[in-house]
């Protein structure tokens, strides 16, 4: 069965380190998300990608990056951590038009010290 | 600018109560998708429901329905005969046609709590 998975699940790490979670999904959809959840906020979205080579902003794209060389995969980089980015992460995919579900992955726990 | 308010923080049942989770969104397009999406305990993102800005037919899954009224921009979820399973985060979302991709604006979430 098609999933989509996150890596790792739980992951706690230090200011000012480099992380990156990954994502990887087997939909082979074009269509790939990285989100955060807070307390109060809900989720909002950090980075996308419309397929390979391409990727943008969403609303809370600050100290976060992207790189998307196959379809499957859209890992999420925090530069430098800090701990305002302790949160939880969500990666997604979908297919290409706006009228689609997205897919969920199961999260990331994210705690910076 | 797209919006979508979720007002009910938490709103706690008692089981086979009926409960009502309201939505309201705000959005310039005359296309674009509302959704549904429950966050049960054990934290994963589990869909519920797609409805586009065409078809304002509500819908009825078992327990679960939906309003939907363009009028008041309102998408709002109602479980009939509440049961403990359906204690959750539920999350309404909109994504806008000419929103390439499908980005979803959440709303902040309603945590529901079904007491036996």
């Known amino acids: 069965d098609a999933e989509i998975t996150q890596s790792p699940r739980h992951k706690i790490t230090e200011t000012g380190r480099q992380v990156t979670l990954a994502c990887h999904q087997t939909?082979?959809?074009?269509?790939m998300f990285w989100y955060r959840q807070d307390l109060g906020h809900g989720l909002r979205l950090i980075h996308y990608?419309?397929?390979?080579?391409?990727?943008n902003k969403g609303e809370v794209s600050d100290g976060y990056s992207v790189s998307r060389s196959n379809t499957e995969d859209l890992p999420l980089t925090l530069e430098s951590a800090a701990s305002s980015q302790t949160s939880v992460y969500f990666c997604a995919s979908s297919e290409l038009v706006g009228a689609h579900e997205q897919f969920f992955g199961p999260g990331t726990r994210l705690t910076v010290l | 600018a797209q919006k979508v308010t979720q007002a009910q923080t938490e709103i706690s049942v008692v089981e086979k109560e009926d409960v009502t989770l309201d939505c309201v969104y705000e959005?310039?397009?005359?296309?674009?998708?509302l959704f549904w999406y429950k966050q049960p305990p054990s934290g994963e993102l589990v869909f519920l429901i797609r409805?586009?800005?065409?078809?304002?037919q509500n819908e009825i899954s078992g327990r679960y329905s939906w309003n939907f009224q363009k009028s008041t921009s309102s998408f709002n979820f109602t479980i009939t005969a509440s049961q403990v399973v359906d204690s959750a985060v539920y999350f309404c979302?909109?994504?806008?046609?000419?929103?390439?991709?499908?980005?979803?604006?959440f709303g902040q979430g309603t945590e529901l709590s079904v007491k036996p």
């Open positions: 409805r586009n800005s065409f078809d304002e």
């Open positions: 959005t310039r397009d005359t296309t674009y998708y």
């Open positions: 979302a909109l994504s806008e046609a000419n929103n390439q991709g499908g980005k979803l604006i």
């Open positions: 990608s419309y397929g390979v080579q391409d990727t």
């Open positions: 939909w082979n959809h074009n269509n």
